[in-house]
């Protein structure tokens, strides 16, 4: 089993900057795919970013230029750097691992809120 547990969301200003890691821990192959996805509420679970243990990297259209992934694979830990937040990226905010094709863990989310 896999256990992914995330932290750094909160409340921010337009504009302001936030970081979110994950941890996953438990039986984690070598090989896998970490990623961000968040959902608004009343709509969908969307991809932010994924990154692969090889460092290959790929982000939604609304955050390229913004958001920055980013993993560090001796911690087995995920992050999502975030700047310029606008209100639009308001969301609960998952981390994701997929590895030996099939089998995908979420974590529980932790919510971000952009406001003034």
């Known amino acids: 089993q896999v256990q992914l547990v995330e932290s750094g969301g909160g409340w921010v200003q337009p504009g302001g900057s936030l970081r979110l890691s994950c941890v996953a821990s438990?039986?984690?192959?070598?090989?896998?795919?970490m990623g961000w996805y968040r959902q608004a509420p009343g709509k969908q679970r969307d991809l932010v970013a994924t990154i692969a243990s090889g460092g290959i990297t790929n982000y939604a259209g609304s955050v390229k230029g913004r958001f920055t992934i980013s993993r560090d694979n001796a911690k087995n830990t995920v992050y999502l750097q975030m700047n310029s937040l606008k209100p639009e990226d308001t969301a609960v905010y998952y981390c994701?691992?997929?590895?030996?094709?099939?089998?995908?863990?979420w974590g529980q989310g932790t919510q971000v809120t952009v406001s003034s």
């Open positions: 438990g039986s984690i192959f070598s090989i896998n795919t």
């Open positions: 994701r691992l997929r590895q030996n094709g099939v089998s995908i863990y």
